[in-house]
């Protein structure tokens, strides 16, 4: 497998950064596809899938954004609405420039989900560009349902907001790096109102149900980080009736009920999910 990088500048100082992988037995088929990862991570936790994905023929583009992998912020301030805004646009528009193409398939892990779901609520005339989103445990406002997991939550925004970043040693839960912004206050406080809101009060949750595009939604059955409630809380508002839902779980005749890394990563998501996400694309990747 070839992995091409290509870094690209948001600003003076931030920058994107895209792997084109290609298989140079396969030919490629159809349209793009960025694959992007969540936060606390970075592209190793969507190469599995990304690779499987190249193997069938698709022409995938991993991205790292703000400030994950080898990307850079472009400020430690910066929060959810920044890559949102800045790195999911740019990494849009320059795979559709780099491929020829004018439309494009996004699929992402966790808060990689966030991001063309809230650039589209906020700006629906550049749906054209899309053409089909499938997210693996996104969701926004349903982590902290208890006092436990709202603890969890507090304590995230109270260490973003200190330090403007949440270190890898600090964080409650294993994950592959820490995050070099602010970004998780924004997150914790979503999750506390349960409510999906930007700074000045817009209602993502409300602005999705224009969306007119075909929609993927993966949950995990025992995933706390991305609940069931939350991620079905976000397709029952995505306003397109080419939407699939499917949860991962033991009652729905999964081999375990998923937690949020083994949604991407592990012979289990291999074997029960990549085949999933791979047959919805080839069903509209035309």
């Given at each position: 497998?070839?992995?091409f990088?290509?870094?690209i500048?948001i600003n003076?100082?931030?920058e994107i ?6 298989n ?7 349209l ?11 592209s190793?936790a969507?190469r599995d899938?990304?690779?499987y994905?190249s193997?069938l ?7 790292e954004?703000g400030g ?16 949102a805004?800045n790195?999911?646009p740019?990494?849009i528009?320059t795979?559709?420039?780099k491929?020829?193409?004018q439309?494009?398939?996004?699929i992402s892990?966790?808060g ?10 906020r700006?629906?005339e ?7 989103i ?7 406002t349903d ?8 603890f969890?939550a507090a304590?995230l925004?109270l ?8 270190s ?5 839960i294993?994950?592959a790096?820490?995050?070099p912004?602010r970004?998780l206050?924004q997150w914790?406080?979503?999750?506390l109102?349960?409510?999906w809101?930007g700074n000045d009060g817009f209602?993502?949750m409300k602005g999705i ?5 075909p929609?993927f939604m993966?949950?995990?059955?025992n995933?706390d980080?991305?609940p069931?409630s939350g ?7 995505i306003?397109?009736?080419d939407?699939?839902?499917l949860?991962?779980s033991?009652?729905?005749g999964?081999?375990r009920?998923f937690t949020?890394g083994?949604?991407?990563?592990g ?7 990549y085949?999933?996400?791979g047959e919805w694309?080839?069903?509209?990747n035309k």
């Open positions: 497998m070839e992995d990088k290509l870094p500048k003076s100082s931030g950064v895209l792997h084109r992988l290609m140079p037995k396969t030919n490629i088929t159809g793009p596809v960025i694959i992007a990862h969540g936060t606390l991570s970075n190793d969507v899938l990304a690779i994905l193997d023929g698709f022409d995938c583009w991993l991205l954004w994950h992998g080898h990307s850079t912020p472009s400020s430690n301030k910066q929060d959810f609405e920044f890559p805004f790195d999911a740019l990494a528009d795979v559709l420039e491929t020829g193409h439309k494009l398939y996004w892990h966790s990689g989900g966030h991001l063309p779901l809230m650039y589209l609520a700006y629906p550049q749906q054209g560009k899309i053409a089909g499938a997210t693996l445990g996104t969701q926004a982590a902290a349902p208890d006092l436990n997991y709202k969890r304590y925004w260490l973003s907001m200190l330090f403007n970043q949440v890898l040693k600090a964080l409650p294993k994950m790096e820490g995050e912004t970004l206050a914790a406080k979503w999750n109102r349960k409510q809101l209602d993502y149900e224009e969306l007119n595009l929609f993966i949950a995990g059955g995933d980080i991305a069931v991620c079905k809380r976000i397709y029952d508002h306003g397109n009736d939407k699939t839902w949860e991962c033991l009652k729905k999964f081999s009920n949020h083994q949604l991407v990563k012979r289990a998501a291999r074997e029960e999910i085949p999933k996400i694309l080839a069903a509209r």
